[in-house]
C-alpha cells in the first residue's frame, strides 16, 4: 500500500514538473519571439490583432531581397496578398510563375502581392536570390531571416497566403499553392 502511494506521489510530481516545464518554456519563446523580432505589432483599439480571417494583420518590418525595408502598415490602402514560401518547398516552386504572371498583369493596379521567404528554414540568402533569379521573380520578396514573421503569423505549412483588405484586416487564408485563377477568386472577395 505505502509503495502504491510513492508510486503515485512520484508520478504526479513527475507530471507537475513536466507541466511547469512547458509553461515557463513557451513563456521564455514568448518573450524571446518579442524581444528579438524585426515583426513590429501594432496596436489597433476596435480591431483585434491576429492571423485569422476578420482580425488585423499584425505589424512588421522585413527587409527585401535588395535591402529596401516594407512595413506591411505602409501597405495601407491597397490590397495585400502575403504569401509565406521556402525555395526548398516543391509547392511554393509550382506556385511561383502565377505568383509572377499575376503580378506582371496586376503591379499597376491597388493590389500588391510580397513573398515572405522564411529564411531561417531556408539555405540562406543566396539561395534565395538564384532562386529569384532562376524564375524570374519580379515582386518583392521579404527576407524573414529570424523566423519572428513566421512566428507571429503561426505558419505551419508553406506556401501559405493571406488576403489582406485596404483596411489591414485578413480576409481570407489560403494554404497551399495557387494558380493565377485562385488568386484572382480570392482577390474579387475583398
Not at 13 to 29: E, P
Not at 120 to 149: C, M, R, S
Amino acid at each position: 500500500m505505502k509503495r502504491k502511494i510513492f508510486n503515485t506521489l512520484i508520478l504526479v510530481a513527475f507530471i507537475l514538473l513536466i507541466g511547469i516545464n512547458i509553461w515557463q518554456h513557451n513563456g521564455k519563446n514568448k518573450e524571446v519571439t518579442e524581444k528579438d523580432s524585426t515583426a513590429e505589432v501594432s496596436s489597433t483599439p476596435s480591431a483585434k490583432i491576429g492571423n485569422e480571417q476578420g482580425q488585423m494583420a499584425p505589424d512588421f518590418t522585413l527587409n527585401t531581397l535588395d535591402g529596401k525595408a516594407i512595413k506591411l502598415s505602409d501597405l495601407r490602402g491597397q490590397k495585400v496578398i502575403l504569401n509565406f514560401w521556402a525555395t526548398w518547398c516543391p509547392p511554393c516552386k509550382a506556385e511561383m510563375p502565377h505568383m509572377q504572371n499575376f503580378y506582371e498583369k496586376n503591379k499597376d493596379k491597388d493590389v500588391t502581392l510580397i513573398a515572405v521567404n522564411l529564411t531561417n528554414q531556408d539555405k540562406g540568402i543566396e539561395t534565395v536570390h538564384n532562386f529569384a533569379n532562376d524564375y524570374k521573380l519580379t515582386f518583392p520578396i521579404l527576407l524573414d531571416e529570424q523566423g519572428a514573421v513566421g512566428s507571429t503569423y503561426q505558419i505551419m505549412t508553406i506556401p501559405t497566403s493571406l488576403f489582406i483588405d485596404e483596411k489591414g484586416k485578413i480576409q481570407q487564408k489560403v494554404v497551399g499553392p495557387m494558380d493565377e485563377e485562385t488568386i484572382q477568386k480570392y482577390l474579387s472577395k475583398l
